[in-house]
């Protein structure tokens, strides 16, 4: 009887009420672009005495798509039950609670989709055995057909499809930041064959040869494009101006002819609301910034020309560029 009781007393004490525990609960809000939610210190051990939950909404109308990383570790089960270390999913709607599962151990959990619009993720740690890495969840948001049958009748079309139309299609993109996202979005349960299908393509009728020379990795990256859009995308870039123009001097001559200085540029976010309507970019601050030129100044009398000497000008610099929109007209 002593020693029965010597081994239930640890089991007894794990199962105390802990009134250290750190608790917290976030609340996300699911666009199209998703989102991750990880344990603290992932890829490393988390902390101890944690109860900690998100609860993801996604608008009316949508569905929530959750996928957990393949690293995956947790406390194991105790007896085939996760008591101690685990993460939980319930699907929450204003009639009822669906817990989707509550896992540990060392397997990752399979994907799902949420029944409604919200779900709440909890992570829960004891005070006692931690492992690592812990768990990473990637959420992204699933609209349903309904949901773009009821955004095509706003906008008078008439529906033929269950599948968005181009156009709709072309504005839902301009609100992701990777291919990546964009393919977790269009297809959350294939997104990862259809990433590495887009390099290994065999029925296009023309490749570049940077396609059969490199690897996967090498070729076209889709997402440095973007980066790229985003920074020539109404910011400060160089330009190359006339020193006799900027300075409306007649009677000089400088050398060099003319200066790179950083001038607004670019268009007012491709692919938002913006695009093409009417916005200018425009300077926010500018700066005047000292260059040392050469200098040869004539008047309109004198035969020779004066010698040449070092002068100080001043450029305008554009340090931060802005989009500037025309107000829409009174109703």
């Known amino acids: 009887l002593f020693q029965c009781e010597s081994k239930l007393q640890p089991l007894t004490e794990r199962n105390r009420l802990i009134t250290d525990m750190y608790q917290k609960e976030d609340n996300i809000t699911v666009t199209a672009a998703g989102g991750v939610i990880h344990s603290p210190r992932y890829p490393n051990a988390y902390p101890r005495n944690l109860l900690l939950s998100w609860k993801l909404l996604s608008p009316p109308g949508t569905r929530i798509h959750l996928e957990f990383d393949g690293q995956f570790g947790l406390e194991e089960a105790d007896n085939g039950v996760c008591r101690y270390d685990f993460v939980e999913v319930e699907d929450l709607s204003e009639t009822s609670t669906i817990i989707w599962g509550r896992w540990c151990g060392q397997k990752a959990p399979p994907s799902l989709n949420s029944k409604a619009n919200m779900l709440r993720v909890t992570f829960n740690s004891d005070d006692y055995f931690v492992e690592k890495p812990g768990f990473k969840i990637y959420f992204s948001m699933l609209v349903t057909q309904t949901r773009w049958r009821q955004f095509f009748s706003n906008q008078n079309l008439t529906i033929f499809i269950h599948t968005p139309t181009l156009d709709a299609l072309d504005r839902t993109i301009a609100a992701f930041e990777s291919v990546e996202q964009l393919f977790r979005y269009l297809n ?23 396609y059969h020379l490199a690897g996967r990795y090498t070729k076209v990256d889709l997402n440095r494009h973007y980066d790229d859009v985003k920074q020539y995308s109404c910011t400060p870039r160089n330009y190359s101006v006339n020193l006799r ?15 790179l200085v950083q001038r607004c540029g670019g268009n007012c976010g491709c692919g938002t609301d913006n695009w093409n309507n009417g916005c200018n970019c425009r300077a926010a601050k500018t700066t005047l910034k000292l260059h040392e030129v050469g200098l040869n100044v004539r008047s309109r009398h004198q035969r020779t020309p004066v010698r040449w000497v070092i002068a100080e000008i001043f450029l305008t610099h554009h340090d931060r560029c802005e989009c500037e929109c025309a107000s829409q007209p009174p109703r």
């Open 245 to 259: 123009e900027e300075l409306r001097t007649t009677n000089a001559i400088f050398f060099p002819r003319c200066l």
């Open 188 to 210: 959350p349960n294939t997104w990862k064959h259809d990433l590495d299908s887009i390099y290994t393509q065999k029925h296009l009728h023309y490749r570049s040869m940077a």
